[in-house]
């Protein structure tokens, strides 16, 4: 692996040297956050399908430190919005304005124009506002006074939200959450997780200063552009195609559910497997990067039955059992 402390590391765009550069990615935001590498494996992962992340945790586990340190160590353009009830939309997207010298409107671009959008505590917000992020999201553009505006490239949406028993949330719908490539929950740290988190902060650690906490870009545009056409090379075989669609259907039969995986969901859950493949050092998927993806990617798309929910069954438990039902291909 290459040194994780060179700046604009891999910019030669060759897939190897970016495989190794985004791998460097852990070392370097381990220097921020602890403990959390599957959150950023799964950051990773979207960034590599174009796709955006939901991330759900109680207060105060690094979520917003986390997204930021990832742009730092990009070496991507990031903004943040902190969602309340009182934010309209054009807080988010940006609105016209009126310029009294040259008597016209002008439009001033909202934080949405970045590469990195940290959607802070987004369930804070009502859905008209959450709502607002849907076509960026989607097409990657805004709409104002019917003209369409381009966001940059890369475009990633990582949101972050409060457990939904929490007071003054509002849940996402359906439609906002298949937005989402990935749902990552983000625990409670270990003990000893915990212990090195207060140790870096007696020594002095400031999570408002990344650079004084040492992080550095390890890879950037150019590493990610060659790592995205190494993994749209990736090979699927036709067993693995009809491995995912069957644990997608089984969904949809599953009684403890009133909805199941659609098949955007089954094409998000391929297009994660083949990243994680690529990511693992392999052109070719097999069925344990489908199973290794499957939750985060499916998570969210699913919906309970109330008498299940009122049962102790989780929608994690629910798609547990699909995977263990659901013959694997050879």
């Known amino acids: 692996m290459m040194d994780p402390t060179t700046d604009n590391a891999g910019q ?14 852990r070392a370097e935001i381990a220097k921020a956050v602890v403990g959390q590498d599957p959150a950023v494996t799964g950051l990773v992962v979207a960034l590599l399908c174009r796709g955006h992340v939901l991330l759900e945790g109680v207060p105060g586990v690094a979520k917003t430190l986390l997204v930021r340190a990832l742009a730092s160590a990009l070496e991507l353009e990031t903004k943040r919005v902190q969602f309340t009830p009182d934010l309209m939309p054009s807080d988010v997207t940006g609105s016209l304005v009126y310029d009294t010298r040259s008597a016209e409107f002008s439009f001033q671009p909202g934080p949405v124009f970045t590469n990195l959008l940290l959607a802070d505590e987004i369930n804070r917000t009502p859905p008209k506002t959450q709502s ?6 989607e097409e990657r553009q805004v709409t104002v006074d019917g003209t369409p505006r381009p966001l940059p490239e890369p475009f990633l ?9 929490y007071e003054g949330t509002y849940p996402l719908p359906e ?16 003990r000893q997780d915990e212990i090195d988190v207060l140790t870096r902060h007696a020594g002095g650690f400031d999570p408002r200063d990344l650079h004084a906490a040492g992080v550095r870009p390890v890879a950037g545009p150019a590493d990610l552009a060659a790592a995205r056409t190494a993994v749209a090379k990736t090979t699927v075989s036709p ?20 909805l199941g995986v659609s098949p955007r969901g089954a094409t998000a859950l391929l297009a994660t497997a083949r990243a994680w493949a690529w990511l693992t050092g392999r052109d070719y998927v097999i069925p344990d990067d489908v199973k290794a993806l499957a939750l985060p990617t499916l998570r969210h798309r699913v ?3 109330p008498e299940a929910e009122m049962e102790g069954v989780t929608a994690d438990s629910v798609i547990n059992a699909i995977l263990a039902h659901v013959p694997v291909p050879r």
């Open 239 to 258: 067993e693995i195609t009809a491995y995912v669609v069957d644990i997608c259907r089984a969904t949809r039969e599953s009684p403890s559910l009133t």
């Open 132 to 137: 607002s992020l849907l076509e960026a999201m």
């Open 12 to 25: 030669t765009g060759d897939p190897g040297t970016a495989r190794d550069a985004l791998e460097a990615l």
């Open 175 to 190: 439609a906002q959450l298949d937005r989402f490539l990935l749902k990552l929950t983000i625990p409670l740290p270990s």
């Open 303 to 305: 919906q309970l039955r």
């Open 157 to 165: 949406v990582a949101a972050t939200q409060n457990p939904v028993e």
